[in-house]
């Protein structure tokens, strides 16, 4: 039986679907090709609200008249592709029985292909890679595994090897992909990009930054000049490439990069996303790294500002940049506009990675020293102003008293 959603959509769509599947088919010709035919017409139309209705209902209705069919088999994908968007683990269930039903029905006519494809897509989306790298192991493209379909299928398998960090396996893989892609796409085409830049983090994830930034670098030009501009794809490798440069020491050539990657966030997201934000984050850590404070101060303010609005001033990603704004401020003499923003940035990063997490040891520490310091600067102040407020009694004055 297929997965079934946690709530009552689907009971509804039982109901309902009859009833709208009765307006466009009669009573009378209604059959198990003809339900799982509205459903494939809905689909194809991109027409998300029928098909929520009709894809259910088609499987279902062939789950009882005939369990154990190609039809069955059929409408648990056709399910399956209505809840990806949704709920990627339901729909990789529902992959997973259609395939399994036909291999039980042992069909050569249809090709199991596309259908393990989808599982094996749905299973890295669930993070689970070692069961995606069988899936991927099994795929016969039609053409070959020398075709364009064969280099896809590998360079997937490649990712998800690298994910497991079985780096030898994934170079292989990924090694293949790169040679028949080079030797059959257009220098512009983004899937070339694509295995530019999974090799330059095969790369980085060895060590080999020399090798990992040359193809970082391969995959920011191809993307670029795509027809179509994948922008997380090339932002994703804008900011691989750029932190590598940076790490580096190379600060000049890694500041041009998170200008471009700004640039990039900018048009791909827009200035109120995450993406800008992050990049904004990115050049205020080169600033101050180049003890440029004033410069970075702008720019983790600004980054502070989007990811409030956006994630929450209590998320990790607000809390980074607001300690790296504390750090900023803390530089230039302005400790205390930085000791509330440090004190929550901590608080904060332990809720969320814990206390004996070294991110949370570090701010803590952090702000242990800040608050110090402080202090120290506090005492001086009130230690400078008290000979101002203690005046000293003349001795006339104190013969007088007398």
Not at 96 to 112: C, H
Request: proline residues 3%.
């Amino acid at each position: 039986m297929s997965y079934r959603f946690g709530y009552l959509v689907l009971t509804f769509a039982t109901i309902t679907g009859c009833e709208q599947l009765g307006e466009r088919v009669s009573t009378s010709s209604l059959s198990p090709e003809s339900v799982l035919a509205s459903c494939q017409k809905a689909l194809d139309a991109k027409d998300t609200k029928t098909a929520d209705k009709d894809c259910p209902f088609a499987e279902q209705w062939l789950e009882r008249t005939q369990p154990d069919s190609k039809l069955h088999a059929e409408s648990l994908e056709k399910l399956g592709d209505v809840l990806v968007p949704v709920n990627t683990l339901a729909a990789a269930n529902n992959y997973q029985q259609a395939l399994t039903l036909r291999e039980k029905l042992a069909d050569k006519s249809v090709s199991l292909e596309g259908l393990q494809l989808k599982l094996a897509n749905s299973l890295t989306g669930l993070g689970k890679w070692a069961e995606a790298e069988k899936i991927f192991h099994k795929i016969k493209p039609a053409k070959g595994m020398e075709s364009l379909e064969g280099a896809d299928i590998l360079n997937r398998l490649g990712v998800a090897q690298l994910q497991q960090q079985l780096l030898t396996n994934a170079e292989q893989s990924l090694r293949q992909a790169l040679t028949i892609r080079e030797a059959n796409l257009d220098a512009s085409d983004s899937a070339l990009g694509e295995t530019y830049s999974n090799m330059g983090f095969l790369y980085q994830s060895t060590g080999k930054n020399q090798d990992a930034v040359s193809y970082y670098r391969k995959a920011v030009l191809n993307l670029e000049s795509a027809k179509v501009i994948p922008y997380p794809a090339l932002y994703n490798s804008l900011s691989n490439l750029a932190t590598l440069l940076q790490n580096g020491g190379k600060s000049q050539d890694a500041e041009t990069y998170w200008n471009k990657l700004l640039t990039v966030s900018e048009k791909g997201f827009g200035k109120e996303s995450v993406q800008y934000a992050t990049g904004l984050n990115s050049l205020g850590m080169l600033a101050l790294s180049v003890r440029n404070y004033a410069a970075a101060e702008k720019l983790f303010n600004d980054s502070v500002a989007i990811r409030e609005k956006i994630l929450g001033v209590n998320h990790i990603q607000t809390a980074e940049s607001a300690n790296n704004l504390a750090v900023a401020l803390a530089n230039q003499g302005k400790r205390d506009q930085a000791l509330p923003l440090m004190r929550h940035a901590a608080a904060v990063t332990n809720v969320a990675l814990g206390a004996s997490n070294p991110l949370t040891q570090q701010r803590w520490n952090s702000l242990l020293q800040l608050e110090g310091s402080v202090s120290n600067k506090r005492a001086a102040v009130a230690k400078e102003q008290v000979p101002a407020q203690v005046q000293e009694i003349p001795d006339s004055e104190k013969k007088r008293k007398r």
